[in-house]
C-alpha cells in the first residue's frame, strides 16, 4: 500500500517536467538547425558567384576577335571588342538565377563586371553580394551571432589567353 502512495506521489511532484525539457531541447535544436541553415545558405550563395563569374568570363572571351584586344588601342574596332565581351559577361549575369539586387559588381572592377589586362592576356569576372546579412539576418543569443557572416560574398575568376 505504501508503495502505491510514493508513485501517486512521485507523478504529483514531477507533473509538467516533460515539457520542460522539450522547451529546452526544443531551443537547442532550433539553435543548431537554424545554425546549419544560415550558413549553408552563404556557402551556395559563394559558390554560385564563382560558377557565374567563370561563366562569365567563358563567355566574354568568346567574343570575336579577342586576341587583338589592347587596352590602349585608338583603333574602334579593338575598343568594340571589350564593349561586346562586356555586354556577354553581363548577358550571362543577367540571365542567371540571382535577384537583380544580389549581382554587383567588385569595387576593383571600374564600371562593370569584367576587367582585362593592359596587353589583353587576362581577363577576369567578378560577382559580389555587398549586405549577406540582408540574406540571413543574425540570430543573437546569449551574445553570439549565428551566423558570423562576412562583409561581402564574392566570386571571382580569371583566364589567361595569350
Known sequence: MRQKNDISNRKKTQTGAASIEFAFI????????????????????AAAYQQLSAEAVRQAVGTPNIYHYQADSEDPRIAAIKVNAEQKAMQVINDSWLPPGWA????????????????????????????????MPALSLLGWQIPQLPEEIRGEARLRIR
Open 26 to 45: 526544443f531551443v537547442l535544436m532550433f539553435v543548431l538547425f537554424y545554425g546549419l541553415i544560415s550558413y549553408a545558405i552563404p556557402l551556395m550563395l
Open 104 to 135: 554587383n559588381s567588385c569595387g576593383d572592377y571600374s564600371g562593370g563586371f569584367l576587367k582585362v589586362s593592359g596587353d589583353g592576356s587576362e581577363w577576369s569576372a567578378c560577382v559580389r553580394h555587398a549586405t549577406p546579412a540582408s540574406i
